[in-house]
């Protein structure tokens, strides 16, 4: 389905009963991302919010694709899997032997179908270019800042329009842009992105680089630039594939770039490479964190259109879940068949926790046929797209629900040997990762749980058995450990062993690492054949039986390389050291950021305003409750 407008997806969403109007003034400095933070973390999402009254001329639209319900509704779907069988067919369709000349010309229609998919360009004026504003002001616009330590007002889902100075093909990324005055932004695009990438050829030849930022329009338009297409495919292709209709583009008024027709908003402009970077941040990131300032390009706006009835679009990130969970879930379904059919076939599912924030865990399920098959899957996920980001891959055969987050980890559990199953790597990593020892790479874990194969059963290593059908009914073993025995240790849990899966968290006081490690060895001693295999240690203020907290903290808190360890005594068994890596204390030297919550007077605020909004009882803050996890400092941790 196509929408026209993004009106018309606000209709939609209405009609639906999807969509919470709200018409008192909410600020979009702080309140309505932590308004949108309570509804987003409801159960199914809660609803999207539509605020009339932003002290602008432009109402925001937030939370509009946060649940499963919406993100089918934004790209047209009933079911995110639906594009990915699509692709399936088609290929098959048009690579299937022909045998007659009949049969190849039944072909051309098949063909014919990705032609009509393919972007085209207008003579005419786009409705996005209704209202021009030739002296461009961005205060018009109600941008937000979502979090209190944010360096100030951000857009939230630009779509990034990018062309490459050699061959003109366009890219349309999404990169958040910081507002440093009324016509100029800084643009965020991380060193792996096509963006950056224009952005160095245009340096290298000393062009200034033209750019425009669209908002709005089809949603499927937003959700397009998100997603990891090749280097060169045009998003509005895939766009034109999901809409089931070509995507108009009309040229922008002061640059030479092409922008949709029917988008809400645009603003032009350019970014000259001569210029000294802008330190752009802090901003409160989708990992949870604050990602810290860093040095970005500055991007000079020349014009601001807009279509007369505009809607700003925009979205928050921060502690899972918000809406960009479920883009992501989009991705993970959309893009598991073309996956398995051009680099692995034995794919049969895949899984992006919540949890591990896009990136920093991944679970595939395969059809296993020979020895090794996990490590060649794992080797081929990190050399593919941005996959190549991903930090721990756990790879599962059989017939587990993957989705079924303990039955994939009792499966998990009964199938892995930290002796054998354990696989280190480095690489290329998001530069959002702070637990990386230098930006942007650093190590990589991939843990095969797969059933194995006579050939991978080594006989002789301690811990490795041949009997894995006998583990996963067997019953666990806590390490033991008295109170007061360890002193830095404050408390072990025993919540997972009890339910068949073979970790132990172990809450431990602020400590070096060397002294951590120190921990790790003289814990061996407490430990038999039928203890955990993996032992997790974390800071002593998490609740160690939040295992969603856990599990969000834990992977964003490691470098597999330097943080995780296979220790052999009369077993072998998987440390984990997810502490807190306080600067000067131990072998990490980067600035660590700290988590986001909202400060005490914005949630009393909006607590004061709630009823008169229309969003039914009061949702407390989920500030709350994540506040025992802030520590001392602004967005970087000081202690």
Partial sequence: MAYKSLREYINKLRDNDELVIIKDFVDPVLEIAEITDRISKAPNGGKALLFENTATEFPVLINSMGSYRRMNMALGLNDLDEPGEEIRQLLKDISFPAAGLRQKLSILPKLGRFSSWMPSLSRA???????????????ILPVLQCWPKDAGRFFTFPMVHTKDLHTGIRN??????????????????HRHKVGARHYREYKEAGIRMPVAVALGGDPVFTYAATAPLPDNMDEYMLAGFLRKKKVELVKCLSQDIEVPADADIIIEGYIDPSEELFLEGPFGDHTGFYSLADWYPRFHVTCITHRKDAVYPATIVGIPPQEDVWIAKATERIFLIPLQLSVIPELLDMEIPPEGVAHNLTIVKI?????????????????AGQMMLNKMLIVVDGDVDIHDYHALAVHISANFDPATDVYFDRGPLDVLDHASVVMGFGGKMGIDATAKLEEELITGVAGQADKRADIQSAKILPLKINAGEIPLISATGVSLLKTGISVQVVAIKKCSSEELWEI??????????????????????????????ITWLSTNNIDPQRDCRILKKSRSMLF?????????????????????????????TVDAKWSALGLGELIASPSLEYKKYLRKGGAEVEE
Wanted: hydrophobic share 35%.
């Fill in 125 to 139: 004026k786009g409705s996005c270019q209704e209202v021009v504003h030739k002296d461009p002001d961005l205060g």
């Fill in 172 to 189: 349309v990324g999404m990169y958040r842009m910081q507002v440093i005055d009324r016509q100029t932004t800084g643009m965020h695009w």
């Fill in 367 to 383: 059809r296993k046929d020979y020895p090794g098959q996990a490590r060649k899957v794992m080797n081929a996920l990190w050399g």
């Fill in 520 to 549: 790790a060895y003289s814990l061996l001693d407490k430990t038999d054949a039928g203890g955990p295999a993996v032992l997790l240690f974390v800071d002593d203020r998490l609740d160690i039986d939040d295992i969603s907290v």
């Fill in 576 to 604: 984990i050291d997810a502490s807190t890596k306080f600067p000067g204390l131990g072998e990490h030297t980067r600035d660590w950021p700290n988590i986001i919550v909202s400060d005490d007077s914005t949630i009393r």
